[in-house]
């Protein structure tokens, strides 16, 4: 890989920690997606809803698109991989969506 630690990280994982290694990176994804999914199903409101599954379609996408990237069952795009590739706004929007999933999970209640 000519740029490793650009949008091929997960090359870098599998490469490093095994299959083990790549299969717990994909677990804390799937967790993150079960967690966006619940919050969007325990929204009280449909705008709160709404965004959560947004959200979570937008990190699921993200994954999906930049794993079969990566073991080339997809066309090379430059998406990246949320959390882990490199690049700065990438992280901030990935933080700031799970600055809104965690606003619309404590207003569950109001």
Do not use: C
């Not at 929204?43 to 599954?53: C, E, H, I, M």
């Not at 992280?91 to 619309?104: K, P």
Request: charged share 10%.
């Amino acid at each position: 890989m000519p740029r490793q630690h650009t949008d091929f990280i997960f090359t870098v994982t599998g490469e490093e920690f095994g299959f083990v290694g790549a299969m717990f990176v994909l677990l804390l994804y799937a967790l993150i997606l079960w967690r966006a999914i619940r919050i969007a199903t325990l929204s009280k409101d449909p705008f709160g809803t709404l965004v959560a599954a947004g959200i979570a379609s937008m990190f699921a996408i993200q994954m999906f698109v930049n794993v079969g990237m990566v073991i080339g069952i997809m066309p090379i795009t430059g998406i990246p991989l949320p959390f882990l590739s490199y690049g700065g706004s990438s992280i901030l929007v990935g933080f700031a969506a799970i600055g809104m999933l965690e606003s619309i999970h404590m207003r569950r209640f109001s």
